[in-house]
């Protein structure tokens, strides 16, 4: 009698050693601008001009962590959190932008990550999201490359100072902001429009991640991770027309490999010099920067909310829906149509598609093989609100972190080496141009009087952290 073979185990859980983690940035959270020897950044001053945030909401007090950071460890900790990602304000630990360091700054990262770390959790510290000293960009900001040199020396100082006690470093914060939206649209700050300087700021952005790689591995023990976040696009052609296609090669390129290309193989793509050439000639890359620009790195972020469907767009008068506002931030981009993936949307009007970062993952496994992948960000807002009974019901936002966990574990089990996932985000906070108005935490603030209350999200990924599985 031939013994029948019993169905392999169904897999539903994550792979041990797996790391758990949620994200925050300095200037959405931390508020206390003035404080401690801060001096303003980009978004301080954007954030007063009238119109470019979204009731004139500013950073002044956000969610008033730098005066709460041990309440909000406690909850940390209370969560069960693996890891903590944060990042770094310049403008604190180097007011200006260039100089000596600043004593009140960096004891303020002392102590959070000192406290991390008597929780038990992980600190992983992001060097740059996206507030420049304004000094730097009153002195030509990051189209300017000099930035890049300053940018080195700040990564240096912080390394000095943190290096013993965080393991885990990332030079930038989705790089393709700071460029296109920061440059290239202006709707995120500098605020300034001109794709030319879009095109150089990315460079030298790519620049300052290598030059501050540089710095990262001459102050940090052996053993210390470097990596770099890029909110790469899941870009998807309408069709398999020929000139959906070729829209789809074209945002590919601006969207990714513009980044994937010089970091891994030390080449700028041909096909976007290409596309580009009306612009720049890109004489602004020098010889010797793809160099540095390609020094090896331990491990690739990944932010992910919502896949990017392009099509040929012949008449050029269809209205762009790529989740940005604003005017187009894509340079040359002229015939491409962006339209809205199927699906419910979120508070973002982003629409939820949980495949879009499967298929990111699995390229990615495929085209940097053996690289470790983290999930750096990923998440969604919607009109969370505290009920009668001071509890808040997010079912959606469950739903989508559900629907995403799965995407990661099936991406995972065919291979893609994902090493952790930081959801995004642990409070809710300043969204960039929209103020306050967009609530993306998985524990809700009151803006008015900082009450934080967990909402239902809050406890489900507990669960998953805890036990490792997602649950039914
Ligand atoms: C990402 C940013 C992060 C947050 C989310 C919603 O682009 O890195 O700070 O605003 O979007």
């Known amino acids: 009698m031939s013994v029948e073979a019993l169905p392999a185990p169904v897999r539903t859980g994550f792979p041990p050693g797996f790391v758990w983690g949620a994200a925050t940035a300095a200037y959405q959270i931390e508020g206390a601008a003035a404080e401690g020897g801060r001096t303003p950044s980009i978004w301080d001053t954007f954030s007063r001009v009238p119109g470019a945030v979204r009731n004139g909401d500013t950073g002044d007090i956000a969610v008033d962590h730098y005066h709460r950071w041990r309440d909000d460890l406690a909850l940390m900790a209370d969560l069960g959190l693996g890891a903590y990602r944060f990042s770094l304000a310049w403008p604190r630990i ?13 004891e303020f990262y002392d102590r959070l990550v000192d406290g991390l770390l008597e929780h ?35 990564a240096a100082i ?35 429009k001109d794709p030319v300087d879009a095109l150089t700021a990315h460079h030298h952005l790519l620049l300052a991640h290598g030059l ?32 959906d296609l ?37 004489s602004f890359v020098h010889d010797g920067d793809l160099a540095e620009i390609s020094r090896p790195i331990d491990s690739l972020g990944i932010n992910y909310y919502t896949p990017t469907v392009v099509a040929a767009d012949p008449t050029g008068s269809a209205p762009r829906q790529d989740g940005h506002q604003g005017d187009s931030p894509w340079p040359a981009d002229r015939g491409i149509r962006f339209l809205p993936a199927a699906g419910s949307r979120t508070a973002m009007d982003w629409p939820v598609d949980a495949d879009g970062l ?12 053996g690289l470790p992948l ?21 079912p959606e936002r469950v739903a989508y972190l559900r629907g995403h966990l799965g995407a990661v574990r099936r991406a ?53 952290m805890r036990t490792g599985e997602l649950p039914d």
């Open 120 to 154: 038990g959790i992980t600190p992983v510290a992001t060097l740059y999201h996206w507030d420049l000293p304004q000094e730097l960009e009153d002195a030509g900001g990051w189209p300017e490359r000099d930035t890049a040199y300053r940018f080195a020396e700040y």
């Open 358 to 369: 499967y298929e990111l993952l699995v390229r990615l496994r495929d085209d940097l093989p």
């Open 412 to 464: 995972i089990e065919e291979g893609a080496p994902v090493k952790g996932y930081f959801l995004w985000s642990l409070l809710d906070n300043f969204e960039w141009a929209y103020g306050y108005s967009k609530r993306f935490g998985i524990v809700h603030v009151d803006f008015a009087s900082q009450r934080r209350t967990p909402k239902d999200s809050a406890r489900w990924y507990a669960q998953v």
């Open 94 to 106: 180097q007011p200006g932008g260039r100089g000596p360091a600043n004593e009140a700054g960096l």
């Open 212 to 243: 501050g790689t540089a710095a990262l591995r001459a102050e940090l023990p052996a053993a210390a991770q470097v990596s770099l976040t890029l909110n790469l696009a899941a870009v998807r052609p309408l069709t398999d027309a020929p000139g």
């Open 158 to 192: 912080a390394a000095r100072r943190l290096g013993d006690r965080i393991s885990t470093w990332t030079t930038f914060n989705e790089p393709w902001c700071s460029a296109f939206l920061g440059y290239g649209n202006g709707v995120h700050a500098p605020g300034r």
């Open 374 to 394: 983290l999930v750096t960000e990923n998440g969604a807002a919607y009109e969370d609100y505290c009920d009668p009974s001071g509890d808040v019901h997010d």
């Open 246 to 282: 070729d829209a789809a090669r074209r945002i590919d390129g601006l969207a990714n490999r513009i980044f994937l290309d010089p970091v891994f193989h030390g080449r700028y793509p041909a096909d976007v010099l290409a596309d580009t050439a009306h612009l720049t000639d890109w």
